[in-house]
């Protein structure tokens, strides 16, 4: 049941001029919190009412009564997160949105940018017995994202940057065609997890059904309500027929969704 909390910021960790990593006091959230599911935040000051909308935030890490979120400076809204400080409080509601399916017996996990946060936290409440592949893309080496958390659960990582200043020059696409050809493993309890820019998504969904293999997308549509009342958020789907014909609002039916679900022809990203 989600939650809407005043949490303490306990940490707002400066990873580059623009990249920050944000731990919030939020047991509440932390104790039921599954992989793919996010926050919405108020960035301003209690006293304040601008911006007036949440921001959304995969969570990245939910430990010790705490949760985790990095996010990258996008826009006015994450400008003035960036400016809160450690023992203010912070208007949080969650956890919301539906979580990623359970992990397969052998798994590969492809993040770019700041779509890696989710997938850390798949890794994290994985039981021993699965496999996981991570793959990472970002556009430079001070760009990645997660690699150190992967790490710190023991799951294997490969890097692509755009710049070739870390790993494969090139897109984390060529890492998953490469692991997917030769893993051999298609159709034998593979699955494929992704989060990122559209652009890649689509390449991953496209790859994934060429191969076989199903795979999970999380999408990051713009979310003004983030509690399924203001169709702000809506993506096209195949074949749908309920409420809300064929659309799918990613604040609630979403972030995840099955690959073969979405009508990508018909998706550009702007749904508000
Ligand atoms: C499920 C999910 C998970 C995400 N996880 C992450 C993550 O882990 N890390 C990360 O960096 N980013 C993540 N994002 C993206 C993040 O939510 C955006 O980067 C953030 O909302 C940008 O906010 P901004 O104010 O800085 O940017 P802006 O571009 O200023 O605003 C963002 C959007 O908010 C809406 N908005 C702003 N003001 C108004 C207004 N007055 N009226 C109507 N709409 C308005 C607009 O749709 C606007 O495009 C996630 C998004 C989703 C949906
Ligand atoms: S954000 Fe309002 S319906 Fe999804």
Redesign the pocket.
Known sequence: MPQRILAQIIEQRELTPSHYRLRLAAPEIAQTAKAGQ?VHVL?RATHSFD???R????I?RAAEDAID???????????L?ARRKAGETIDVLGPL?LPFAPLTTHNILVGGG??V??LVLLAAQAVPEVRIQALIGARAATEIIGQEDFRDYDVPVEVATDDGSAGHQGLVTDLLERQLSQSGLTGQGLTVFACGPLPMLRVVAAMSQRYKVPCQV???????CGVGVCN??VVPVLGAGDDYGNYRR??VD??VLWANEVNWGHYSGDS?
């Open positions: 996010y960035p911006p007036l909308l921001r959304a935030f995969s990245m979120i990095l996010y990258r400076i996008e826009g006015r809204g994450t400008a997160l949105g700041v779509g946060p989710p999380s999408l990051e549509e713009n979310m003004p702000g958020c990613i604040c979403g972030p508000c």
